[in-house]
C-alpha cells in the first residue's frame, strides 16, 4: 500500500523521528557465531568425542598379558649364560660310583657351579631348568646342549665328595633321583633325559 492509498490522516504515529531505527517486531540480524556454532558442533565435535570413546574400548578391551615363559624358553634356544670348560662324561656309568647318601647336617653350596644339559630334543628345556635353580638360590648356572652319550636317566653329577649335599639339593629342586659322583666333572653337571618332567 502506498502512501496515496492510505485512507485516513496523519497522527501523531505517522510523525518519524529523524534518525530513529525500526521498533517492535524489527530485530538485528544473527552473527556469524550464533549461526556456525550447530554445525560446528555437529561436524567436529561429535566426531571427536566417538573416536575418542571408539580407542578407549579397544585400547582396554585389547590388552595383551605379558609373554608366557616357555615363549622365553624357546627364545633362549639352551644358549649358555656362563662360560664353562666342564664338559659331559659319556661313560660316566663305567666311572662313577655308587652314591653317597647326602649328609642332613651339610648345607649344600649354592654359589657351586652348575652346568645343566639338554640331552633331548624338546627345546628349551635346559633353560627353564636353570630358571628352577636360580629360584631356588643357585648362583652360577649355565645352559648347553648335551654331546655326550645317552645316559639312561636323568643324573645329577658332581665332581667331589664335598659337593654331594649340593648335587641332592640341585637333584630335589629339579626332582630327579639319581644322584652320581664323577671325579670327572667340575662342581655339577645335570644331564637331562627325556624322563625329565618339569
Known sequence: MTKGEYPYPEDEFDAVERNSVPR????????????AWPFILVVILFPALAY?????????????????ASADDSASADTPTATSSATPSATSSATSSATPAATSSAAPDLAAHVVVFNATTRSG?????????????WTSVASQNYTGGKLATSTVLYGSAGLAPTAHAA??????????????????EIVLETDYKP
Open 171 to 188: 637333584a630335589d629342586a629339579l626332582g630327579i633321583t639319581k644322584v652320581t659322583l664323577d671325579a670327572k666333572v667340575t662342581g655339577l
Open 24 to 35: 517492535g517486531v524489527h530485530r538485528a540480524p544473527h552473527s556469524w557465531w550464533t549461526r
Open 52 to 68: 575418542g570413546a571408539v580407542n578407549y574400548w579397544t585400547i582396554e578391551r585389547n590388552a595383551t598379558p605379558a609373554a608366557s
Open 125 to 137: 628345556l635346559a633353560a627353564a631348568a636353570t630358571k628352577v635353580l636360580t629360584a631356588a638360590g
